[in-house]
């Protein structure tokens, strides 16, 4: 398993903090704006309709990642509650659900630094003029595709797909072990 | 690096971007009703343009959506007002 040789916490010398796999119940939900707004009821908060933009509630979350495809995050193990009432309040409307809990590995970079180090591998200007608090997009890290999230000013977290955790997980440390060096 | 403007994400990064060649080529309705001249000309003859072509793009690592674009193929500038969905 790709995230088994992921360690848990990783101080990483320049005052960010490396976080993964972070466990999570996570769907990716595509449908009509109809869908979505039953969706929304089912799932406890109502999905953001605005490009790039993440809508959270307690903790679960809904992250925009294309005009009608979202992600919605919870805690582990609560793959089939959110399957079961979403696909009550769904009912009747032209969906798809499909639970990628294992196809992705959470990863967490927390502190000052944690901007500074996915700007050296991802295209994206991730200042908070650009990328403010409650964005989310998909974009590349590396040669990885990745979804970005900005929970807070000094949060990030990825979502990568499990065959990619390792090789992102080693770039930032790389990265940062250079950076100091 | 290209900046190309997605008429749903904005102004991203052109790695992010994959090409998917000329816009508004039309499959035919009925393939098998179609001469082999007009088969061959939609699935292989292109305008090749010198100048403003339009084109699809596919913002993949982003929205993943199809799109698309006016760029001028002499100078790679996008009509960024003309990205349409």
């Known amino acids: 398993m790709a995230d088994a040789t992921i360690r848990r916490i990783v101080g990483l010398p320049t005052a960010a903090w490396l976080e993964s796999p972070l466990p999570a119940t996570r769907f990716i939900l595509r449908g009509a704006p109809g869908a979505r707004a039953a969706a929304g009821e089912g799932f406890g908060l109502s999905l953001p309709e605005t490009a790039c933009r993440a809508a959270t509630d307690g903790n679960r979350a809904a992250l925009w990642l294309g005009p009608d495809e979202q992600l919605l995050l919870a805690p582990d193990g609560e793959v089939e509650p959110i399957a079961a009432s979403l696909a009550r309040a769904l009912q009747g409307h032209a969906y798809s659900l499909v639970d990628v809990s294992h196809r992705q590995v959470g990863i967490g970079i927390h502190g000052p630094r944690a901007e500074w180090l996915l700007e050296s591998q991802c295209p994206l200007p991730l200042n908070l003029r650009d990328f403010p608090v409650g964005m989310c997009t998909r974009t590349v890290f590396g040669k990885a595709e990745i979804v970005v999230w900005r929970p807070a000013e000094q949060v990030f977290r990825l979502e990568v797909w499990r065959s990619f955790a390792t090789y992102v997980a080693e770039l930032l440390r790389e990265v940062d072990r250079e950076s100091i060096a | ?85």
């Open chain 2, 1 to 85: 690096m290209l900046i190309i403007n997605c008429p749903y994400c904005g102004p991203r990064p052109e790695l992010e971007f994959s090409y998917a060649g000329q816009a508004h080529v039309a499959r035919p309705a009925d393939p098998s009703a179609t001469g082999d001249d007009e088969w061959t000309a939609y699935l292989y003859l292109r305008t090749n343009t010198r100048g403003v072509h339009a084109e699809r793009w596919r913002h993949a690592r982003g929205c993943a959506r199809f799109f698309n674009a006016l760029r001028d193929t002499t100078t790679d500038r996008f009509r960024r007002d003309l990205s349409e969905r």
